[in-house]
Structures are given as C-alpha cells and as structure tokens.
C-alpha cells in the first residue's frame, strides 16, 4: 500500500474526478454524502458490503434492454437496436421541441448535438470497421477521441459545425444500415474474430475480439449516452424552468 497516493485529514468537499482511473482505490473513515459515482464500477465494498450486483440488477430492472445487449442471441440483438433507436428518435422529438437547446451542454458534458455527433463516429469505428472491416473514412461530422493521432484523423473534422436536421439524418441511416446487417447476422458470424482492419485507425484495442464483443460496444454507446442525453435535458430544462419562476 505505500505505492499508494495517500489523502489524510484533506477536504475534498466537491472534488471532481473526471477520466481518472480509481481501481484499487480505498476510502477509509471518509464522508460520503450526496456523491454521485458514473462510471466503470466493480467489485465495489461499501462498509462491508460488495453493491455491484445490486447496482447492475436495479439497472436491468429500469433498463430492459441491457439485458438484450448483453444476449448472443441475434433476435434479442435486433430488438435491443430497435428499442435504442426508438428512444432515441423519441429524444430527438423532445429536442426538436425546445429549438436550440440541442447545443446546450452542463457540467461540461457535451450537448446532445454533440453526443449524436460522437455516435456518427461510434458507428463507424465500432460497427464499419469493426464488424464489417470496412476501411473507409469516417464521416466528417463524427467526435472521436480526443487523444492524438485519433481526434482528427481518418476523415473526421472538427471545424465542422452540423445542424441538427443533418446530424439526424446520418444517425437515421446509419441506424438503418445496422439494422438490416442484424436482419441477416447469424450466430455464427457474431462468434467469429472481428475483422478489423490492419492499420492504425480507431479502435487499435479492438484487434482480437470478436464481432459479437464489436457490436456489443455500438449497442452500450448508444444506450449510455441516450442515457446521459436526457439526464443533461432534464437539467437545463429544470434550470430553465427556475429561472422563469424567478423572473
């Protein structure tokens, strides 16, 4: 444990932990109220008590569709994409409803705008070039990493400022595309070593999984960040509504 960083009698009230890596962090004699955890969370003991399970089997029973997600059974799959995509065309039709709002963001979170953004490049990264080895570019619009060489590479453009209606649009195709693939995917094609290309575009780390593992991203992409898309609505339209009272 002396390898550790150790924090003693500090006051991290507030403190906010961003892409950091706390595995085999310990929290001993600490205060926790009101703290919010999101994030990749396992093996995680609270006073004695390991809640991992706990927190994914709430999350299955408010979220269905993780339980899809995670199946090899390919109808299970196509269901799981169509019940994304519906709550997403659902969240666009509430975006569409408070003009300008899709460019909002809080708590430095990106905007929803910006979200469908990072999708357009989820889908051609994870699902194009992982699971059918295409090796074409990406689509400009796209927000990948923001690590180099990958955050403009490969065809993406940061300059680009997109409107919504030609955000969705790529979305809505892209969402066709992969579901007529699932309308033909078998088992066996699910099973096999993903076909990613030989070359230093993203996902490098994808190399050796299979096509099934490939998917499985795409589908918790979508899903987690539907997820924090309308968490962050909900709290401009709570903040905007606030204010109005105010006025």
Do not use: K
């Not at 051609?124 to 590479?153: H, K, N, Q």
């Amino acid at each position: 444990m002396r390898s550790m960083t150790r924090y003693i009698d500090e006051d991290l009230r507030g403190a906010e932990f961003r892409e950091c890596d706390l595995t085999g962090a310990r929290l001993i004699g600490v205060v926790v109220q009101d703290a919010v955890i999101d994030g990749l969370v396992t093996n995680l003991v609270v006073n004695g008590v390991e809640v991992t399970e706990y927190v994914e089997a709430e999350l299955d029973r408010r979220h269905p569709v993780r339980v899809l997600i995670r199946s090899d059974d390919p109808a299970d799959l196509r269901e799981a994409a169509r019940r994304l995509h519906a709550g997403w065309a659902a969240t666009i039709d509430r975006i569409r409803r408070a003009p300008g709002i899709e460019r909002r963001g809080v708590n430095d979170e990106w905007s929803a705008a910006q979200t469908l953004r990072h999708l357009v490049f989820v889908h051609d990264s994870w699902f194009r070039r992982c699971c059918l080895g295409s090796t074409e570019l990406f689509t400009p619009m796209g927000i990948g990493p923001a690590v180099e060489p990958y955050r403009e590479a490969h065809g993406l453009d940061l300059s680009l400022d997109p409107a919504l209606d030609e955000i969705v649009s790529v979305r809505a195709a892209q969402a066709a595309e992969l579901e007529a693939w699932l309308d033909e995917v078998t088992a066996v094609r699910l099973a096999a070593p993903a076909p990613v290309p030989a070359d230093d575009v993203w996902p490098p780390y994808a190399r050796g999984r299979s096509v099934r593992q490939c998917l499985r991203t795409v589908l918790n992409e979508t899903f987690e960040h539907h997820g924090f898309c309308v968490r962050d609505l909900d709290l401009i339209e709570a903040e905007d509504a606030e204010q109005g009272g105010r006025r």
